[in-house]
């Protein structure tokens, strides 16, 4: 964490100026997104703010209590489907359950997508603390390997369920919820609460389980306890991260919530640099640009000279390759567990407004 | 030596730890009283440091019983017994590796996180005025061990010395009764290890505290502790006095057979 | 339920456990030795599979000589994978080495779908190894008989490895304490890439025999006896061979006989093993036959 014990207030000022600057200019360019981006680039816009905060909530993890977690696709499936089931009429309900009708008593429940996408989050949590109880007892190596084990456990789970989530057929035709304002909006409550928590004595709690564990425990920080409410807010964030997910692309599905989702989480996380959270919201932006940007490598690709088929494949190639080089030549990833500051830009070179909304 | 009982600190009745085969505490019973300076000394593998980590929670004792004060504190977990008012440091550093100087000890402040994640995240009113009377605090023993310039330093990145006084100031932050410090002198010259011992008596007048200390080379801490107990292969050979424990001849053969 | 099917879902018991043990042991040799869960493994099994597929479609070898070349050639690349992604992490911390792992897995796992195809292939399982043959009441195919035999075969020279050869020793040494071993002048390069070499040669067998036995190969094939055959070694207590290959055919009897016993469960079928790594970490968190350590303070 940035230490501004020496900053003169008159600097302060005009870095909090920057920071209105950015965050009016930001507010600006979401409103233009919305208006005039085409219906794909929007999507992608979008799909920024929602990995944002899938990120930030892996990071508080990893990054932050030092937990290494890969089974945050489990969550997210949670939070998507209730939130889902909560929000789809009826008939809708009906329409997707043409194998296996429906439970009753959730197929007449229809309630509005603010307390929908909140009870997805608790949902989340709640699985979240009750996996979190008995796993985090272990440590690193098996806690990775048991979250990972219970994110499968959900799924095969939720495949199994038919008469409540439509098996392996998933559900289609959410309602468009998730719209530039409400994602946009997401994202930004998380990173406040995120930066607002690093910020706190309990954040510091948290970074202190992650530096050394025995040490926490004897300054007499209830180590557990921590990072099972670590763990448990963690997953409501993914809860809510999946929530927001299904009711952008509208179709969920259990074969959407495997490892490979926890992967392109944990790659920005990492890229970002574990326990930064302007880094994660960099990496966020930055990967899912790039992540439809490169679709192109798995089209036929044009040389000029020669023409190649199109090789599906070719863009993960890529991003696996992306990740394994920062992991060896730059473990830490862009930020390391820096902190985005304006001073540390204008101390690089002036890059104006370039991305706001950040740096709180 | 028939002082009145309630001036008890610290008492271990009949502790044994064991692993597997091996009895690394054998039938240790340790009587500290208030503000007294005890030594645990003992040639390496001695089972001292087994001892801290039964006291301190690390380890739960194979059998006997652990009081501090009147309270039997047998099982407890670690973070329960430092809240009960006893704080260590380690043999081997063990400081925050990412936390700068000031935070490392603010941590130790923050021990009861009463206010819960909410309400540290929201910042409010009861929060900002205790993280606000923690700073005072933490920079106020900062400033008494003369570390105070060094607060937004990288905790990792002191020399060892201070790393190490640094350790001392992070228990003290947790405004313990006891303090039990692991080799506090290890790895520093002679004129360091007096110094140091200068500093754990002044801190001890100073913070009220009971000080229990583990530290192989006998004659480090002949000056400054009032009590020692020795202990050879899990077994308690001796305590008394530093001028008994010196003549003690089975202390004599311990530390000669060993060094 | 008759005695005539009960051995036969003993005998696919038996290979489908075979199976999980040979890629198991890669898993607890590479953790023993580096602390790191190889998440490539599984992807290394699959990569065996397709190098015999190809060895017998494209250059029509004799599947034995495939079967050989493929195991030598993945053994390699097991070696190579080592050196490239694993070697200049091995001091950094454990997370970084993990996230390599992951990454060199996915790496695999896009490239087999950009060379191998994304489509299923067919494999042609040679004649000898898909005939029917009867034992008394028991009928099943060569190949469900060939994979326990040749699994006991390795696992019989890697014990006299590990246990009475000098590089055994210096395996042993390494995984007790890399530094030490060090400076004992074990050279720990060697012995890494030695043990990555036979876990990878133990991984291919058993994606060639999978392959026979289960005849079509998809470039994620690796990734479910993968993860599973790592909570094998985990069950089995990690770090330990004979762990391994009890966890192994563990959870492959287990999985056969509930299939057999308790079809309706059969969607479940994946999530066995993690139900399984599950209580197994909480009620001995070492696993059956494994260690128990205490954290130095």
Known sequence: ?360 | ?259 | MTLSLLLQHIVNALSLGSLYALIAIGYTMVYGILRLINFAHGDVFMLGAYVAFYGITLVSLPWWAALLIAIVLTAMFGIGLERVAYKPLRDSPRISIMISAIGASFLLESLGVLIFGGRPKGVPVPEVLSRVIRIGPVSTVVISLIIPLFTFGLLAVLVYIVNRTKTGMAMRAVSTDIEASRLMAVDVNRIVSFTFGIGSLLAAFGGIMWSFKYPQLNPLMGVMPGLKCFIAAVIGGIGSIGGAVLGGFLLGGIEIMIVAFLPTLSGYRDAFAFVLLIVVLLVKPTGLLGKRQTEKV
Request: with cysteine.
């Open chain 2, 1 to 259: 030596m028939s002082e009145p009982t309630s001036d008890l600190m610290l008492r271990t009745d009949h502790v044994f730890m064991r692993f597997g085969g091996l009895t690394a505490v054998n039938d240790l019973n340790l009587e500290i009283r208030k503000n007294e300076i005890v030594g645990l000394i003992g040639p390496n593998g001695a089972g001292k440091t087994t001892a801290f980590n039964v006291i301190t929670g690390m380890y739960r004792p194979s059998e006997g019983k652990v009081f501090f004060g009147s309270d039997d504190i047998t099982g407890l977990k670690p973070h329960q017994i430092t809240a009960k008012g006893i704080a260590r440091t380690f043999q081997n550093i063990r400081l925050f590796k990412e936390m700068n100087v000031l935070e490392n000890v603010l941590v130790a402040c923050d021990m009861s996180i009463a206010t819960g994640m909410f309400g540290a995240t929201l910042h409010l009113p009861g929060y900002v005025k205790r993280e606000k009377e923690a700073r005072k605090f933490s920079m106020e023993l900062l400033e008494k061990v003369g570390l105070k310039h060094l607060a937004f330093e990288k905790g990792t990145s002191l020399p060892y010395g201070q790393q190490r006084r640094l350790e001392i100031v992070r228990a003290l932050a947790t405004r313990p009764k006891m303090l039990l410090l692991d080799e506090p002198a290890a790895g520093m010259n002679p004129q360091e290890s007096v110094e140091l011992m200068e500093f754990i008596r002044k801190i001890r007048d100073e913070f009220d505290l009971t000080i229990l200390l583990i530290e192989h080379h006998m004659q480090v801490v002949m000056g400054v502790c009032e009590h020692m107990y020795v202990l050879d292969y899990g077994v308690t050979i001796a305590h008394g006095d530093p001028a008994s424990i010196q003549k003690n001849p089975k202390v004599i053969e311990a530390y000669l057979g060993v060094d």
């Open chain 1, 1 to 360: 964490m940035k230490t501004n014990a020496t900053a003169s207030p008159l600097k302060i000022t005009r870095n909090r100026l920057y920071t209105l600057i950015a965050l009016g200019a930001f507010v600006v360019l979401a409103i233009v997104a919305d208006l005039f981006f085409d219906a794909f680039t929007l999507r992608v816009f979008n799909l920024c703010a929602i990995y944002i905060v899938l990120a930030l909530s892996l990071n508080m993890l990893n990054g932050f209590t030092g937990l290494f977690s890969l089974g945050h696709a489990g969550f997210m499936a949670v939070g998507a489907y209730v939130c889902a089931l909560l929000t789809m009429s009826p008939q809708l309900k009906d329409m997707n359950f043409f194998l296996m009708p429906m439970v009753p008593w959730l197929r007449n429940v229809t309630i509005p997508f603010l307390p929908a996408i909140i009870i997805g989050g608790l949902a989340a949590a709640f699985v979240g603390f009750l996996i979190g109880a008995p796993v985090l007892r272990l440590r690193d190596d098996y806690l990775a390997i048991a979250t990972l084990g219970f994110g499968e456990i959900i799924r095969v789970l939720i495949t199994n369920a038919q008469p409540i989530t439509n098996g392996a057929q998933g559900l289609k035709g959410l309602p468009r919820f998730s719209t530039t304002f409400t994602v946009w909006i997401a994202a930004a409550l998380v990173t406040l609460f995120m930066v607002l928590l690093m910020r706190s004595s309990y954040g510091r709690a948290m970074k202190a389980v992650r530096d050394d564990e025995l040490a926490a425990e004897a300054m007499g920080i209830n180590v557990f306890k921590v990072k099972v409410t670590s763990f448990t807010v963690s997953s409501f964030l993914a809860g809510i991260g999946g929530a927001l997910l299904g009711h952008m692309i509208t179709t969920i599905d259990p074969k959407m919530f495997t490892f490979m989702l926890t992967f392109n989480i944990l790659l920005i996380v990492v890229l970002g640099g574990i326990g930064s959270i302007s880094g994660s919201v960099i990496a966020a932006v930055v990967v899912t640009i790039l992540m439809e940007v490169l679709r192109f490598l798995d089209e036929p690709l044009n040389f000029i000279v020669f023409k190649t088929a199109a090789m599906p494949g070719l863009r993960m190639v890529v991003f696996s390759i992306l990740l394994m080089v920062v992991v060896i030549y730059r473990q830490r990833g862009l930020m390391g567990n820096k902190e985005f500051s304006w001073d540390m830009l204008t101390g690089l070179f002036v890059r104006k407004g370039r991305k706001g909304g950040t740096n709180v």
